[in-house]
């Protein structure tokens, strides 16, 4: 939208890093400083290991941890998994009933043409 003011083609950006580099970066697009609009990208970041030094335990080491103290914070309930069973279930039905394949498209496309519905 702003291309003469040098806006960056790729716009905000939040990414999510897990282990071995734990953290969170938010890459923004703001105005620089000043009477004139220029645009750039700013970078905020927040790494576990610069902030709280060290490393945590790997995702294994934690969730044996987890187990040995009977925390159970981070595990899912029965319940729970026996509604996402039900609702997968649901889904490989229905493929395995329409016995074709399902329709792929390209990324940055509006999808494929039998998802398309009439107006």
Request: include cysteine; hydrophobic fraction near 35%; aromatic fraction near 10%.
């Amino acid at each position: 939208m702003f291309k003469e003011y040098g806006c960056p083609e790729v716009g905000n950006v939040l990414t999510i890093r897990i282990q071995p580099n734990e953290g969170i970066t938010l890459q923004v697009i703001a105005k620089r400083p000043g009477n004139t609009l220029s645009l750039d990208t700013v970078d905020m970041r927040f790494s576990y290991h610069q902030t709280f030094g060290g490393h945590g335990a790997d995702a294994y080491e934690k969730i044996l941890l987890d187990i040995l103290h009977g925390d159970q914070m981070l595990f899912n309930r029965s319940d729970e998994l026996d509604s996402s069973w039900h609702l997968i279930s649901n889904i490989l039905e229905g493929w395995e009933q329409e016995k074709g394949e399902i329709p792929l498209y390209d990324e940055g496309t509006w999808g494929p043409e039998s998802a398309k519905k009439p107006h």
